[in-house]
């Protein structure tokens, strides 16, 4: 019974307040943020509880009174019933919702890769309009970004971006844009007016932290060289550019944009935290999809997810046969409307599972 579950929640509810009072809890900043968005969410869902039990003892009372003499409160009581139990059965519905185990890790920053895929320049053009949608919609939630690698090609196309999107719950937003983009419009370039499709590849990775991820230093291969391209006088003249191979899983990680070694370090080492936790969440994720229907949010990378038709103004997520004539506010990265039906499917399978 769902009322079962409420006492132990009310414990955890006690047990959070009390960490909430600890003086050295307060002395670190990220844990603290974490327990008090945990209390936060418990409070919420225990006020449901208690509407919840309230509207069950007025039931199990009205249910009383139907056994009674009295024929008049009787025919008052039927009414009310009525009423109550369709609050019953739609507050055990939000319940069930609120009760889905929630990712920790969607509440944090994120790693956003965009590479051309299919498609020459036109496929670098596309890769550059992805990531002007990201930032524009980062933008839109508060969120601040760092360019970790970014490979720009002439003409305005970029072959590949990596970016930091540093923001509550940017992870938990973007998690649903991994996979293939696919963009069907005109190029600038094509004098016949013909159609091309071109595609670019997006993985967007939760930024790792070291305590959720374990590299020893002795499985690290860390190779220095000069960085090459634009990037100012140190060009060419100190080896500041960072090449990472993490030795048991072969993963390599490259950067190069910053004028200090130290720095572009740091940044390499974000990456391959992020594509270590991501490869061993994506292995998980497998075993469990073998056993049961993949959510939305767990599909292969590979696996093409969206099509941007310019011709026809529409945009189209094949997970959801979702099709929004809303290209221009899309692209512009209003990516909410997409976001909050995305999010519904997979709250849909989770409570097909419980």
């Not at 970004?145 to 072959?159: A, C, Q």
């Not at 692209?331 to 399978?349: I, R």
């Amino acid at each position: 019974m769902l009322l079962d579950k409420q006492s132990a929640l009310q414990k955890k509810f006690k047990e959070l307040e009390t960490q909430l009072s600890d003086p050295e809890l307060m002395t670190d900043n990220r844990a603290y943020a974490k327990i008090a968005r945990e209390h936060r969410e418990l409070s919420n869902v225990l006020a449901v509880f208690d509407r919840y039990r309230a509207v069950v003892k007025n039931i199990e009372d009205d249910e009383s009174i139907l056994k009674s003499d009295d024929e008049e409160l009787k025919e008052i009581v039927r009414e009310e019933l009525e009423g109550l139990l369709e609050d019953k059965g739609n507050l055990e519905d939000e319940l069930k919702v609120l009760l889905i185990p929630v990712d920790p890790l969607d509440y944090g920053s994120a790693i956003l890769e965009i590479r051309a895929g299919a498609g020459g320049d036109e496929a670098a053009l596309f890769a550059s309009d992805l990531m002007r949608m990201y930032l524009r919609y980062a933008e839109n939630n508060g969120w601040k970004h760092e360019y970790i690698t970014l490979n720009e090609l002439g003409g305005g196309g970029t072959k590949e971006a990596i970016i930091l999107i540093n923001g509550e719950e940017a992870y938990g937003k973007l998690k649903f844009e991994s996979g293939v983009h696919r963009v069907q419009r005109i190029p600038q370039t094509e004098s016949s007016g013909r159609i091309h499709t071109s595609a670019a590849t997006v993985a967007v990775l939760p930024e790792a932290e070291e305590v959720d991820v374990e590299i020893k230093t002795g499985d690290l291969r860390i190779d220095t060289f000069r960085a090459s391209g634009a990037g100012g006088q140190h060009v060419n003249k100190t080896e500041s550019a960072i090449r990472i191979t993490h030795i048991p899983s072969g993963l390599v990680v490259s950067c190069q944009d910053e004028s200090s070694q130290h720095k572009n370090k740091d940044k390499a080492m974000k990456v391959l935290r992020a594509r270590l936790l991501a490869d061993e969440r994506e292995k998980q994720n497998s075993e469990v999809a073998a056993m049961r229907k993949t959510l939305v949010s767990t599909g292969d990378r590979s696996a093409k997810i969206r099509t941007y038709n310019y011709p026809q103004g529409r945009v189209t997520d094949h997970r959801i046969n979702l099709t929004l004539y809303r290209l221009e506010e899309i692209t512009n990265g209003d990516l909410s409307e997409l976001h909050e039906k995305l999010v519904a499917a997979e709250m849909m399978n989770r409570l097909e599972l419980l």
